[in-house]
């Protein structure tokens, strides 16, 4: 969910970077180096409660949940030691003794309920990421009781929207707010780089690793070669474009998760052309996906025609209305014929009522696969009559959230909390926050409110697929590809686990050897 970005860095002046910042492991123990580009690392405050910085600020390993997720995406009490369900709208969370916030003060029920009552205020996005009613503390027990029953709260709890820090402390300007995870920033240079140190009093153990430096690098190429140089020790969201690189290469480790995260498309159902479903249905037949996933991903991703991939237990598309379920040019050729668009003026780009087939399609400046995927759109669309102008962006915000644009070209985590309300809630719904195309389906918005309210396992799985049903045959989102996660490390780095949720990264267990 990360959408904000630099420019390109020469690779000159990364290396100068790399070469001359940070504090030496001589200086102050065993020191770890990451390197990422921004989608995965770009944080533009360390503040949880602004933007998507939460989200950045777990993976960092410095905020922390009432809850974590494990590698099934299933909730496990972290700060919170455990909870009682005491009915369908009220839940009581006691909060784990000796956790302390990284300046010292205490994590008590209070302190979550302010810390809380901050991100709201703060985030629209909190809203519908748990509705909350009101809340109580008592000691190390907080009650939440939430508007509406919540099945999914423990998950959503989960969201590093809903990080613990300390709102009783006003946040620094530089450095953020304290929270109470392994480690604490000492330097922080917005969407370019973090310098943090252990947390000493790191309530799950001393961190293995003195010092941790993190640092945006949005040339792969450079990226690449800061690792087989030793200049960083892992690369945390490898591009696939680096796979083959280190497939063979003795002194380097390559794991890999299958995660929620998805290429696709989201038209502007406002602008003329992608108004019009015959026009969505021909630009997906236009897209070849295998040839995506396999080349494009080096395999490290798989086709979708679908809303969520297929690990998950409403993936399926099995049995849905779905106009596009191959690579099929002619055919989309043959569609648009059909729905009165032909070349009047033989310009080589169809037209109709004297308006031609021409699309405004934005990306991330520093999304490799996005920026391939942009380039064999552009091509494949051209040979059939649809013109495609490219525009990327180094942050993606403004002109989503202005419409300017017909065709986005995004990179999401799907369901990062296990859940499948999460994206229905945040861009299915009419008129929720990263809607960006004025997306509105009566019967979506129904079974959305019918999911929020069951708790049944089996039945919230057959309603989550019923939206997906929806989703696809309205076709106002065009789902290319689903990626997994690949980190590469050093055969020096140990303890380093990759999770599909993609949350967390830099923990406690990190080490390596000196």
Known sequence: MKKKAVG?????????SLAGSGVSAAESG??????ATTGFF??????????????????????ENLFRLDANYVPQPWIAESYENVDDLTWKFTIRDGVTFSDGNPVTAEAVKKCFERTYAKNDRAGSTLAISSMEADGQVLTIVTETPNPTILNDL?????????????ADPELGVSCTGPFVATSFSAMTEVQMEKNENYWGGTPKVDTVDLKIIDDTEALNMALQNGEIDLIAQLPASGTKIFENNENVTMDSATSTRANFLMY???????????????????VDRESFADVVYNGYATASYGIYPETLPY?????????VTSYDPEGAAELLKEAGYEDTDNDGILDKDGEPLSLHAITYSYNTECLQLADMMQAELGAIGIDMQIETFDVLDDPLANGEFDVALLNYAMAPTGSAQYMVSMMFETGSSNNYGHYSNATVDELS???????DETERT???KQICAELVKDRAFDFVADQQLICAYSKKVSGFEINPTEYYLITNNIDIEE
């Open 268 to 286: 502007n159902l406002e602008h003329s052309g992608v108004d019009d479903v015959n026009v969505r249905n021909a630009i997906g037949m236009c």
């Open 42 to 63: 770009g944080a533009e405050s360390l503040d949880v409660a602004y933007n998507w910085d939460g989200w950045i600020m777990s993976i960092y390993g410095i905020s």
């Open 158 to 170: 989960c969201d590093p929207l809903l990080g613990i820090y300390d709102a009783d402390k006003e």
């Open 8 to 16: 390109m860095i020469l690779c000159a002046a990364i290396m100068a």
């Open 449 to 455: 409110e019918k999911l929020k309210a069951t708790f």
């Open 462 to 464: 057959d309603i989550a």
């Open 315 to 323: 993936g399926s598309t099995e049995g849905m209305e779905n106009a």
């Open 30 to 35: 065993k020191h770890f180096t990451a390197g």
